[in-house]
């Protein structure tokens, strides 16, 4: 394990391509300014899960593989963040063999905490709509946009508007006693860890300490939250460059 400040690197002229797991409502509006800085130097192929609600991380790790296998060896590289880096790990854990680098963002080895059981139980209650919407936001202000710049939580918290409940319930439903700390030793790729100073989830001590059992894996701190990729399109950009550069050793 090798932990490293965060830094710009100097871009290279590459453009792989990287198959990458988005959030908790399945699109990945959190990519735009990431995605802009990376236009012409590597390609975000986005794998989206928008409307499914009763499914289960191996369900959706199996559909990131077969994305993969129609990559060459050497070049199946995927990425995730918060929620999609479950996705993501899971892809690596169930398939290691179609998975040759794996960049993992402000997400989470074990149940984090319990934020997602209570914004989880909010979800599910039978209230009204604009009522359980209007908690569901609150909690998620609380624990996802902690430190981020105001309009960055605006932005991010657009998304409570749109997702389904009863959907976002069946996704936390998923890391209910999820761990797959036991595994991690097992992953032989070049991981990427990014977390956030300031993020009260995969900032967590516990999280940060068990990535450390991996390997081949550089773990970064970054001044941010949880909302990573928005708060810092930038540097996210050049740490996912730099990842990719390992992966090529």
Known sequence: MFVRPATHDACVLIKPRVLYCPGLDGYAHELQGVSETLRGKLVLDILEYPEVAHTDFQ???????????ARPKGKRL?????????????????HPDLV?????????????????????????RLLPEKTMRAAVK??????????AASTRRKEFLKMFDKLDMQVLA???????KWDVRSKL????MPVEVIYGLKDPIGGAKSQVTAWGM????????????????????????????????????
């Open 138 to 147: 609150g909690l998620a202000a609380w624990k996802l946009t902690a430190g």
């Open 59 to 69: 369900h959706l790790a199996d559909a990131a593989a077969e994305r993969l296998k």
């Open 100 to 124: 040759d680098g794996l960049f993992l963002g402000a997400t989470f080895n074990h149940e984090p905490a319990r934020f997602s059981s209570a914004i989880g139980r909010l979800a599910s």
């Open 185 to 188: 030793k097992k992953l032989r």
């Open 214 to 249: 991996i390997p081949d894996c550089e773990i970064v701190a970054l001044p941010t939250g949880h909302i990573a990729a928005s708060e810092s399109p930038g540097l996210l950009a050049d740490l996912l460059l730099h990842w990719v550069r390992r992966t090529r050793r």
């Open 78 to 94: 995927i990425a995730g963040c918060s929620f999609g880096g479950a996705v993501a790990l899971t892809t690596a854990l169930d």
């Open 170 to 176: 069946g996704r936390l439903e998923m890391l209910r």
